[in-house]
């Protein structure tokens, strides 16, 4: 991901309805992401009764979940949160590129957008970072949900 996000959009969530799949590896690590998309959700005035979160194992299981949230057609925009750190091998980088290919199928086959929230670094420190820290990519995942949701609803986007 680069340095360089968008600039910010004012949208009025009030009305708008998000799906969230969160993975349960590296919990402390993606609880701290679902903090920060819950945070930036609720001060564009979403209620959290607009706003459904499931959790699964991990985050191969997250695109399956996160179809099955695009199509009971209660949501403007799915997001999917996850982390895969690197180890000794490039299982991290397989899964990541399998996640992103499956999440972008789902938001083309059902026309509900998803927002790729699996956060793929080689490093504990770029992770933390990234979710803790200075880098604060679920903020950017709840803007680019919005900004979705917002843009679906007005050209009337659906499945």
Not at 66 to 90: H, M, P, S
Request: with cysteine; hydrophobic share 45%; proline share 3%.
């Amino acid at each position: 991901m680069s340095f360089s996000s968008p600039e910010p959009i004012a949208i009025k969530g009030a009305k708008l309805s998000f799906g969230i799949v969160a993975a349960r590896y590296n919990s402390d690590l993606v609880d701290a992401l679902l903090r920060s998309v819950g945070t930036n959700l609720e001060a564009a005035g979403v209620k959290e009764k607009r706003v459904e979160v499931i959790r699964v194992p991990g985050s191969h299981e997250v695109p399956v979940a996160a179809r099955w949230l695009a199509q009971n057609g209660k949501f403007d925009c799915v997001i999917a949160l996850g982390v895969l750190i690197g180890g000794d091998t490039n299982h991290h980088e397989m899964v990541g590129q399998s996640v992103s290919h499956a999440l972008q199928a789902v938001s083309i086959s059902t026309g509900v957008p998803v927002i790729n929230g699996v956060v793929v670094t080689d490093t504990l420190i770029q992770a933390q970072a990234r979710c803790l820290g200075s880098i604060n990519r679920g903020a950017e995942f709840a803007r680019a949900a919005l900004e979705m949701a917002a843009l679906r609803r007005e050209i009337g986007g659906n499945s």
